[in-house]
């Protein structure tokens, strides 16, 4: 179980990555379609005219996958930001209640919002809504993206609650805490402070 | 339930989701379902899906995350040091030393980026580690950026000013213009401060490091050819007519990879990483701006800002003590809201006063930017704040507490820009009469 | 759940900016439906995509985010090329010729919305469409390479018929890219010209008349029987007379941002015979491939239409 989880979350955010790499991909031939065509107007040549059709939409399409499906791994790596101030000032005992709370209302925020972003892409397979664009591209293909990295979100939520529930320590801590320590240490050595004094 | 009571029970419910530890994306979303279930009937999941298709799906945001991945690729690459090395010791005689390169970096590179948290984000990569290994105080390190950050919204090009310009009908190349000259403004600013925090707290600088012979210091130099050229290169492309402002991201990216692979940094494992670490920043930042776009349409429904505005206009005040206001209206709301969700949701009700009042729209879109610019480091929802919080750990309370000078800062900013229209409107009209 | 006295309370996205007159229009049949119901149906206009953005709008009022909203037709036209009969190049140009082409496709449009759920209340047209360029084009010949703004598969077909390359530009991105370089020539109506101050960056503007596109106010039709009797009524004259008040008021825009366009030193031409005739024949061919694409319905409109 643990295994199919933890490769769940890797291949949802190795998804994302590749969407971000599309992105730059699609906009590079764009930028270089136009670079020929400068150099082929310069030589007074007939121009290629290689350009990528919708990319502006596409592009957008790319962003709100890569966004969604990069949710759960954020979370276990502690990226996604939250004020942690109370959780690390109580006892251990509190902080776990608190962290089980948190989780608690993160898994059903998630999950709601998983629940209803699936109903969205049964809304647009039903509708048959498609973009605007040059290119008349079916709604539900990039919105099933977008529920899908919710639905592994709301998965990771409640993985995470488990394990603060069953052992007490989430996966995000250890890199929360490594994170506070970057840039904490004493940054001025008592031999920079002589140093500088004089 | 009376407009006021809800919008103090919202407002307190935000803080209390924060203070348990709920993650910022998280408490914004829950606030939002709180407020429309209150407000309205309408089916709450279904606006959330919607919304958070619809703002996020976004051809300006790709820029994001282009504008990220761009910056761990530098900050693996050994480019920030080369940076730091040929900067510093050209700024071994102004006091404040390499805290000017924050400053200066963040101006730089918001003719670039539309954004402030992809300046913040890219800027601080390179910038945050190298200032710690050198012995600067982080909280004057956190503080800068923070601050200069915030230069990515006022200095062309700028999401904000579009978002403004298309909403009220004001020209997009005219505002670009007017922000020019009060992001100078605003950088020289944050440097003369700078400098006198470090002649004032000459025990938190670092040592100085040795003095270094001419020769050595221009081959220090030599190591900025790269970065240079990374900046010509993605400004240049914009202006020579290559890349949209928004491609420009792509192409900062491919010109970083080929920097990297050039200076033998470049392997499969610093790509990976780079572009991992980029994923999930950028997946932190739009999570956040999806919660804060439904917040916003939540507010759309439940008209508090709206209400708020409409009861400053009955005030009928007098032009500047209209403006003084409406600053005090939008800190507030800054607090609370991102920069964009304030203008959509209150330039409808505000502009008409403000024309009313005699002022300039080109010159408020301005004013707007810098309260804006505010905002983006108040506590509880600033994404500078957030974007430091991402990278060095430190909670967005203490970071906005570093970062209070620079507010201050652009509060004096904004009363210099109400003193001195000029400012804003002297390179627009000289520029652009071609009449 | 606010309000003191029974009262429907609206939301009303709409997509365009307090200073566009379709915005101005709406406010106005605001205003009219709330005095007309002694403010029992109040509708709060959200402007400018501040509620929900241009392509949500639709779908929100169906799926019941917002009981009213605004569209540009055309916007849909991937969904159903019916929507896009008023964008079809040189087939309606003049007021007179679009409000017949709006007479003939109104049933047809009515009739796509109400399978949705949809009821739809009025519609108005922007002015006509002409080209901005950097001199001024007497033969299409001379769009030979030029970057042409394109911005769904309508433009670009028509571009591309020019000659023109079609140039993707955002529109929010037009100052820049033509400032840059990015593109030489656009399709817009003198509203949108004035309001990118076009004279920053391209000096001609041939006055064509391309097509009229027009927004439409669509209802969701069960927040529109959850009303009285009497606020129905009320709510369908405010839209009769929104209708003939916007029809007037894009006619006077049409005028009025034409001069400021002069006034600001752009050349404002008529198309000369030469390119008229050239874009009356791209204006032929592309009915004809609407007509393929558009089946039998779309015959109906046409015939319906040149009766
Ligand atoms: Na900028
Ligand atoms: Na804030």
């Known amino acids: ?198 | 339930m009376g407009i006021e009571t809800l919008a103090i029970v919202l407002g307190l419910a935000m803080l209390a989701a924060l203070a348990l530890g709920l993650w910022v994306s998280l408490a914004l979303t829950a606030v939002a379902v709180l407020g429309i279930v209150i407000a309205t009937s309408v089916p709450v999941g279904t606006v959330l899906a919607t919304t958070f298709w619809g703002k996020l799906n976004s051809w300006e945001l790709t820029a994001l995350p282009m504008f990220i991945w761009m910056g761990e690729i530098l900050f693996r690459s050994k480019l920030s040091e080369d940076m730091f090395a040929g900067l510093a010791p050209w700024m071994r005689g102004l006091p404040g030393r390499l805290l000017h390169v924050n400053i200066l970096g963040c101006t730089i590179f918001a003719a670039v980026s539309g954004s402030s948290a992809a300046t913040t984000a890219t800027i601080g990569r390179m910038a945050l580690p190298e200032l710690s290994q050198r012995g600067y105080d982080p909280r004057i390190a956190i503080g800068t950026l923070a601050g200069s950050g915030t230069l990515g919204l006022l200095i062309p090009p700028s999401i904000i000013l579009i978002v403004y310009g298309a909403a009220t009908e004001q020209s997009i190349a005219r505002l670009f213009i007017a922000g020019v000259l009060p992001g100078i403004m605003l950088a020289v600013l944050f440097m003369g401060f700078t400098a006198i925090w470090a002649i004032l707290n000459r025990d938190k600088m670092p040592a100085h490091e040795p003095a270094i012979p001419l020769r050595e210091r221009l081959a220090a130099t030599g190591r900025l050819i790269p970065i240079i050229l990374l900046i010509v290169a993605v400004i240049g492309s914009i202006y020579a007519g290559l890349a949209s402002p928004t491609e420009a991201a792509a192409v900062g990216v491919f010109c970083a990879l080929f920097l990297s692979w050039v200076s033998g940094t470049l392997s499969k494992e610093s790509f990976t990483e780079a572009l991992l670490g980029a994923t999930r920043t950028s997946c932190m930042i739009a999570f956040i701006l999806a919660g804060a776009a439904f917040l916003t349409v939540a507010m759309g429904y439940t008209r508090i800002p709206r209400e708020l505005a409409a009861w400053i206009g009955v005030l009928d005040l007098s032009p500047y003590a209209l403006l003084a206001a409406l600053t005090l209206f939008f800190i507030v709301l800054g607090c609370f809201l991102d920069g964009i969700s304030i203008v959509v949701l209150t330039t409808s009700i505000i502009l008409p006063m403000v024309q009313a009042a005699g002022i300039d729209p080109i010159w408020f879109g301005i004013f707007l930017v810098l309260v804006v610019e505010m905002s983006q480091i108040t506590p509880p929802v600033g994404f500078n704040l957030f974007v430091i919080q991402g990278m060095t750990g430190r909670n967005i309370f203490q970071v906005a507490l570093y970062a209070l000078p620079f507010f201050g800062l652009l509060v004096l900013g904004t009363v210099l820009l109400v003193v001195f229209p000029e400012i804003a409107l002297w390179l627009p009209e000289t520029m652009l009469s071609n009449r | ?307």
């Not at chain 1, 699609?26 to 930028?31: D, E, H, S």
């Not at chain 1, 082929?40 to 709100?64: K, W």
């Not at chain 3, 009969?85 to 679009?98: K, N, Q, W």
């Open chain 1, 1 to 198: 179980m643990r295994a199919i989880l933890d490769g769940l979350y890797r291949a949802s955010s190795a998804a994302a990555a590749v969407c971000l790499c599309v992105i730059a991909g699609l906009v590079l031939v764009q930028v270089f379609g136009r670079i020929l065509d400068a150099a082929l107007r310069a030589l007074d040549m007939p121009i290629a005219g290689i350009t990528v059709p919708s990319l502006n939409e596409i592009a957008g399409f790319l962003f709100v996958a890569a966004t969604f499906l990069a949710l759960a791994a954020t979370l276990r790596k502690a990226d996604h930001i939250r004020v942690s101030m109370l959780i690390k000032a109580v006892p251990l005992s509190v902080r776990r209640v608190l962290e089980a709370l948190v989780l608690l209302i993160g898994s059903a925020i998630a999950a709601y919002a998983a629940y209803h972003a699936v109903l969205q892409v049964v809304d647009s397979i039903q509708f048959s809504t498609v973009s605007f664009g040059v290119i008349a591209i079916p709604l539900w293909i990039p919105q099933s993206a977008l529920a899908a990295g919710l639905v592994v979100f709301a998965i990771s939520m409640i993985d995470e609650l488990t394990t603060v529930l069953t052992s007490g320590v989430p996966t995000y801590q250890a890199h929360e805490e490594a994170k506070s320590e970057m840039l904490q240490k004493p940054v001025i050595t008592p031999e920079d402070a002589e140093r500088g004094a004089s």
């Open chain 3, 1 to 307: 759940a606010t309000g003191a006295f029974a009262q429907t309370a609206w939301d009303m996205p709409t997509p365009y900016g307090d200073s566009i007159f379709h915005t101005a229009n709406i406010m106005e049949f605001a205003d009219d439906v709330r005095e007309a119901t002694d403010g029992s149906l109040d509708i709060t206009v959200h402007s400018a995509g501040s509620l929900f953005g241009h392509p949500e709008i639709k779908d929100a009022v169906r799926r019941q985010l917002a009981p009213i909203g605004e569209v540009l037709i055309s916007r849909l036209s991937n969904e159903n090329p019916l929507y896009g009969v008023d964008s079809i190049p040189f087939l309606a140009t003049s007021y007179d010729e679009a409000r017949a082409l709006w007479e003939a496709s109104e049933p047809a449009i009515a009739a796509l919305l109400e399978e949705e759920g949809l009821k739809l209340l009025f519609a108005v047209p922007w002015p006509p469409q002409g080209i901005y360029a950097g001199e001024e084009v007497t033969d299409a010949a001379q769009m030979d390479g030029v970057r042409f703004r394109a911005y769904n598969a309508a433009t670009e077909r028509l571009a591309t018929l020019m000659g023109a390359v079609p140039t993707q530009v955002e529109a929010g991105d037009i100052p820049t890219a033509f400032s840059t370089g990015r593109v030489d020539a656009m399709i817009t109506s003198p509203s949108t010209g004035v309001a990118s101050q076009a004279w920053d960056f391209v000096s001609v503007y041939h006055d064509t008349r391309a097509w009229l596109p027009k927004n439409m106010v669509i209802v969701n039709m069960s927040a529109f029987e959850a009303l009285s009797a009497d606020e129905q009524a009320a709510l369908m004259a405010a839209a009769d007379e929104a209708e003939a008040r916007g029809w007037a008021m894009s006619e006077e825009e049409t005028g009025s941002k034409t001069d400021t366009l002069a006034e600001n030193g752009m050349g404002v031409v008529e198309p000369s015979a030469t390119l008229a005739a050239q874009l009356g024949e791209i204006g032929e061919t592309m009915t004809n491939e609407w007509l393929e694409s558009a089946g039998e319905a779309g015959q109906a409109v046409i015939d319906a239409y040149r009766m």
